[in-house]
């Protein structure tokens, strides 16, 4: 398996989502920088979280025009898995990859904490580690996660199922209360219509040690590599 | 020289200064090197009132590897690494432009530690702002927080830690004190001296422009004459530019190509080719048409003293330059080979192929004048007995307020804003004793945490002074860790005061003699001066910032009791202090009297003995005792952990507000599942512990008093501070 990390100017979680493959794989994945317009083969790539040129003009905007992008949107197109966390979501989103758009929190300001996520299907080659309906634990630290569409691509990505993790309570109930940013749906995180990209909001890579408070993310990682182990 | 030929603005120094400039010079500096000498020789730069008693500080001991006088100190943490800290205040800034100033003081000492080729692993800050009823009160915290996470955020380096705190004495000045901790190989620390001649000098950064100009002095008068370059003197930054200089600086420091090199922070290019010719020995001489500027038509003067953000100086091997400039280019940040070290001891600066100034270092630095101002100490206040405070009527209800004062309530608010686990090695963070953040790969944790009762220190400064370091290293004994090193910020009002430099010299000798006693020595800090409104002063604020040692990380302990039936020990003397006292306050309105004093040698037993059983594993929960004293400190734990607590022994020879709110010095509570070894432990160390009860339940349970429910103190706890910014 060969997983492949993509380094934006203002990535700051490339090295917390190294560690965490790295850890699941037994050696380090392999970096690639933005400029950089060939991506190694390779059978996943990762966008991590951060701030991506400064997240100026609008969060993912300008990286989801860098010219890495334009590979791997070729890839994803091929059927090569993606994955975005946090700004990484934002700029899978902005590269038309994922639907929707990442709004600025409800509440304006930046919110860092852990929050409590259902799984919502556990037949992806993300989430195949878990089970449907299982409540995890990633911590959220964005300031624009607040999670929106038109009705009627509401519509189709929780018809299509789409939804990947749902922000909820403790005990698993999708409510108000929970929700951190006020994303409609209480949606954390979407796949695209093959689940072959998937983007979320919370941290996984920041929640693989025990230590440092959970390592419900830790399943994520090693799911990937269990599954795309050639 | 008479006063006639002076001229009208001396940008902020005495007339005997510009005397001392002219003479240093032989002839009257134009106004580029007037400038020169005004930041040089400014309160900020020159720590002119207070360097004769800085240097009474302790500042050595064998695991110190950089004491005061470099960007930031260092301390051995083995393995051959180091740890690089240093707290710094953007206290004017900060009240003039919360966002903005609060950000930038964040972006300079985060340059600070990289500076030294550490990298930032955490960041922690100090806050005081005016009362809560202050009009301008809420709109500054709403700045200055998002400010603070604006830029660390972006940065991704953690801020962890840290202490917000109201008083009136900071309505018109607000205090903004920010601390960052970094990493480095010990065989990899970069200092600031160009040692060598006919060196390449790189400027690296941001391009120069008109902001910031003389914010090292806040003189605006020098303005006045060309409306046309009046700019705030308020810096803007720009994280994502930094975090840039911050990859693009480490990857340089991997190579050997650099020897020297000094950030760019007060008193920009000037203070930065000073300081590197001055501990290098050497002259330099640079050209400033080469330095990037992203305005044009700037004069000497104005290219000199801009404190535009995010830039570097540094001193390169010859022939490293082009080597230099791919990795900057690489990360898209502007380099330029802007002048070389000489032989001549001179700065000289050139522009339009000209000399536009020309200082010799040596007595500009070394002839900087330093004060032994006048000073009064101030009569020490009495003692006053627990029962001379009324007891409260009700236990439940004094609790309940307490814990929903705006002394004592919960920072969440503020703390989430932050991101706090970026890096994936936060142990420990916000709300905690001290926090707690690991040595990437390693089994080592480094714990930190900032302190300071400034209600002390206006009382009797010493005392204060002695119990701000006793705090900051009870704090980090409370997670188990090794205190190894402080940094200090010194917010004081007009030195010129006498009153007011009583203050300082009093909190001075009291925070020498603790870093003494307790081998916990002052490796870096900053000096914020005239922090006064209208002749009224703040608080004397000094703020210690400490940084300890954990070998293996499973041996740490939180403050939440977690494990139903552990026992509760109170450790150290209890008498009841209510002097200054947060319930003094609540029960009659002010604070009065003489401040607990501590007892150093206690102290130290008491935190050694701490540590030491946490290390074996002995303590489930612990919390330092401080503001509010054993209730505020027990319902803390209890919400913490989510665990309630029943208290069955009281010391009946105190009077209960003693007792329950007392703020007696160098005590911890603890939880213990072998209370009866932990307790003989307790003995053969001398150190005085009391078995009060255990935990348990979803209630505090307190002789006398009906339970008083979690669910009741955590809605005080939690609810004063957004009900509070909601109501902007």
Not at chain 2, 198 to 213: F, N
Request: with cysteine.
């Amino acid at each position: 398996m060969t997983p492949v990390v993509i380094v934006f100017p203002g990535s700051n979680c490339d090295r917390d989502v190294a560690d965490g493959l790295a850890a699941a794989l037994g050696r380090r994945p392999q970096m690639v920088w933005h400029a950089d317009s060939e991506i190694p083969k390779c059978d996943l790539i990762v966008l991590p979280g951060g701030f991506s040129y400064g997240d100026y003009l609008r969060s993912g905007a300008i990286a989801a025009h860098s010219p890495v992008m334009e590979e791997v949107k070729r890839r994803a197109e091929a059927g090569v898995p993606v994955l975005g966390i946090c700004n990484g979501f934002q700029i899978l989103t902005e590269a038309g990859l994922l639907p929707g758009v990442l709004l600025r929190n409800a509440g304006l300001g930046f919110v860092c904490r852990w929050t409590h996520l259902r799984v919502e299907r556990a037949d992806t080659v993300f989430t195949a580690g878990y089970t449907a309906g299982q409540v995890v634990r990633f911590p959220v630290a964005h300031h624009d996660g607040n999670f929106f569409t038109d009705p009627a691509t509401l519509k189709r990505i929780e018809g299509e199922g789409q939804v990947a993790f749902r922000y909820c309570t403790a005990s698993g109930e999708v409510a108000r209360e929970a929700n951190p940013n006020g994303s409609l749906n209480n949606i954390a995180g979407v796949f695209n219509e093959q689940r072959s990209v998937l983007g979320l909001m919370p941290h996984p890579d920041r929640a693989f040690d025990r230590a440092l408070g959970g390592e419900d993310g830790k399943v994520l990682f090693r799911t990937l590599v269990e599954k795309l182990a050639a | 020289m008479s006063a006639q030929s002076r001229p009208n603005d001396l940008m902020g120094l005495s007339p005997a200064e510009y005397d001392l400039a002219c003479s240093i010079m032989g002839r009257a500096p134009n106004r580029a090197e007037l400038g020169i000498f005004a930041v040089m020789w400014s309160e900020h730069c020159s720590y002119k009132s207070t360097r004769r008693w800085l240097k009474t500080l302790p500042t050595s001991a064998p695991w110190v590897l950089q004491g005061p006088g470099e960007n930031a100190g260092a301390i051995d943490i083995g393995d051959g690494l180091a740890c690089v800290f240093k707290i710094e205040s953007h206290n004017h800034p900060s009240f003039i432009e919360p966002y903005q100033g609060a950000a930038t003081g964040v972006g300079g000492i985060m340059r600070d530690v990289f500076t030294m080729g550490a990298r930032p692993i955490a960041n922690l800050n100090a806050l005081r702002f005016g009362a809560p009823d202050n009009p301008k009160t809420r709109h500054l915290i709403a700045g200055v927080v998002a400010g603070i996470g604006g830029y660390g955020n972006c940065m991704g380096v953690p801020t962890v830690g840290g202490e917000v705190n109201f008083d009136p004495s900071y309505n018109g000045n607000i205090l903004v004190n920010a601390m960052t901790v970094g990493i480095a190989r010990t065989d990899r620390i970069f200092k600031a001296g160009a040692g060598g001649v006919g060196l390449p000098v790189m400027y690296v950064g941001a391009k120069t422009g008109r902001d910031g100009i003389h914010g090292a002095t806040m003189a605006s008068a020098e303005f006045g004459e060309d409306a046309q370059v009046q700019r705030p003197t308020v810096q803007v930054g720009d994280p994502f530019t930094q975090k840039l200089l911050l990859e693009a600086c480490l990857e340089l420091m991997a190579t050997d190509a650099i020897i020297a090199i000094q950030d760019m922070g007060a008193a920009g290019l000037t203070s930065s080719s000073v300081e590197m010719a001055a501990k290098g020995g050497v002259g330099i001489e640079i050209d400033l048409d080469r330095v990037p500027q992203r305005e044009t038509g700037m004069t000497a003067y104005e290219i000199m003293l801009s404190e535009s953000q995010e830039r570097m100086l540094m001193v390169l091997k010859p022939g490293r330059e082009d080597a230099a400039r791919r990795i900057f280019a690489k990360w898209e940040l502007s380099a330029a080979v802007i002048g070389e070290t000489t032989n001549t001891g001179r700065l000289v600066v050139r522009q339009h192929g000209q000399v536009a100034a020309e200082v010799p270092v040596e007595p500009l630095v070394d002839q900087a004048p330093s004060y032994d101002r006048p000073r009064v100490e101030r009569p020490k206040p009495a003692v006053i007995a627990a029962s001379d405070v009324p007891a409260p009527e009700d236990l439940r209800a004094t609790l309940l307020a307490l814990l929903g004062s705006p002394d004592l309530c919960s920072r969440r608010w503020v703390w989430e804003q932050y991101d706090s686990m970026v890096g994936a090695d936060t142990l420990a963070g916000p709300g905690g004793d001290a926090a707690l953040v690991r040595v990437h790969g390693t089994r080592k944790a480094l714990a930190m945490t900032t302190d300071c009762t400034p209600r002390y220190v206006a009382a009797d400064p010493f005392e204060g002074g002695r119990q701000a370091v006793a705090e900051a290293w009870r704090n980090l004994s409370a997670v188990g860790a090794r205190p190894l090193a402080l940094t200090n910020n010194l917010n004081f009002g007009n030195p010129e005061r006498p009153e007011i430099m009583g203050e300082l010299v009093g909190a001075l000798n009291g925070m020498a003699e603790a870093s003494r006693a307790l081998d916990f020595p002052v490796i870096s800090g900053n000096v914020s001066l005239y922090n006064e409104t209208s002749g009224t002063a703040i608080l004397p604020t000094p703020v210690i910032g400490g940084v300890g040692l954990v070998e293996d990380y499973a041996r740490t302990v939180g403050n939440g009791l977690r494990r139903e039936g552990d026992a509760l020990v109170l450790l150290g003397a209890t008498q009841g202090w209510l002097g200054c006292s947060l319930f003094q306050r609540h029960a009659t309105g002010r604070t009065t009297g003489a401040p607990p004093p501590v007892d150093l040698a206690a102290e130290r037993r008491a935190g050694e003995f701490v540590r030491n059983r946490i290390a074996a594993g002995e303590i489930s929960a612990c919390h330092d005792l401080s503001d509010g004293g054993l209730l505020v400190a027990l319902a803390e734990m209890a919400l913490a952990g989510g665990l309630g607590a029943r208290i069955e022994a009281m010391d009946g020879a105190i009077p209960a507000q003693g007792w329950w709110f007392g703020e007696d010095q160098g005590r911890y509570l603890v939880a213990t599942s072998a209370p009866d070894t932990f307790m003989a432990a307790a003995k053969a160390a001398g150190v005085p512990a009391q078995k009060l009860g255990q935990a348990g339940g979803a209630s505090l349970t307190l002789p006398g008093t009906k339970p008083i429910s979690l669910t009741d103190l955590r809605s005080a706890h939690e609810g004063w501070f957004p009900a509070y910014m909601a109501a902007r």
